[in-house]
């Protein structure tokens, strides 16, 4: 049996499994409370004004002070794109809640080799991120906020794990099983279909797309992972910014060292 065909005998398993327990993989969330984890980058920010736009959501944005190298200017970013959606969606979206646990710790991160860190991100980082939203969650749910669903930023080219459809199913299952609540549902509304006409898969390039049409203001957003103001053009996270921008034949409003 391929790798591919492990993965999508696991997803059927996985799939299974929610349905037996609450006869739905996931649902839509539509007009519901969501939170949202919120990076400062584009997919995150636009992801946001499409859920409100096409989904009626009532986000609460959540960021996690996690020790990201470009940290300072995440919050920047988020902040700022959270200030502009309120003023254009008062009733649709919260104050950013921000909390703080490092992942990984400082003690483990310190002696990860650069190569797993490149290759694979660092270990467990997004499972830790979500896991922490749902904890808000139930936090909001305890204080008579109904919610549910913790939504992200993945597109369908992220290649790290804990970023694909396949991880957020585990994610979901691992929520649901540990909280004993089987109503919870960990997801990317880019990996739904009818978000976008005529996309089942959305990627990076139809954010910038659907944002540049929808006059969203992407100079606000925050993708380099390095630690100075401007962007430094090098990082594999900026050169894939620049060439969407490019292949789109739109100039990118933010600042380069470059």
Same mark, same amino acid.
């Given at each position: ?46 992801? !946001?004004?499409?859920? /409100?736009? =096409?989904?009626?959501?009532?986000? +609460? &944005?959540?960021?996690? %002070?996690?020790?990201?190298? $470009? #940290?300072?200017?995440?919050?920047? !970013?988020?902040?700022? /794109?959270? =200030?502009?959606?309120?003023?254009? +969606? &008062?009733?649709?979206? %919260?104050?950013?809640?921000? $909390? #703080? ?158």
């Amino acid at each position: 049996m391929s790798q591919k065909q492990e993965k999508s005998k696991l997803k059927n398993i996985i799939k299974e499994c929610l349905c037996m327990k609450r006869g739905f993989v996931t649902k839509i969330p539509r007009h519901k409370n969501v939170i949202f984890t919120m990076t400062g980058g584009i997919d995150s920010s636009v992801g !946001a004004e499409m859920v /409100i736009k =096409k989904w009626g959501c009532v986000i +609460y &944005p959540f960021y996690l %002070k996690r020790g990201a190298t $470009a #940290e300072k200017w995440e919050m920047e !970013a988020v902040t700022k /794109i959270v =200030k502009y959606l309120k003023n254009k +969606y &008062p009733k649709n979206i %919260k104050d950013v809640f921000m $909390a #703080e646990s490092p992942v990984p710790p400082q003690e483990i991160k310190k002696n990860l080799s650069i190569k797993r860190i490149v290759s694979k991100g660092h270990p467990l980082r997004n499972p830790i991120i979500y896991n922490i939203a749902v904890q808000y969650g139930t936090a909001l749910n305890d204080k008579g906020i109904t919610l549910s669903t913790v939504l992200l930023g993945s597109v369908y080219s992220d290649y790290f794990p804990g970023s694909r459809p396949i991880d957020l199913l585990i994610d979901t299952l691992h929520v649901c099983v540990n909280l004993e609540e089987w109503g919870w549902q960990i997801m990317s509304p880019f990996f739904q279909s009818g978000l976008l006409a005529k996309k089942k898969f959305i990627k990076k390039i139809d954010l910038i797309r659907w944002g540049i049409r929808n006059n969203f203001p992407l100079y606000l957003t925050r993708t380099c992972t390095r630690k100075d103001e401007l962007s430094c053009g090098q990082c594999e996270e900026c050169k894939e910014r620049l060439e969407t921008f490019k292949t789109l034949g739109v100039n990118d409003l933010i600042r380069y060292k470059l």
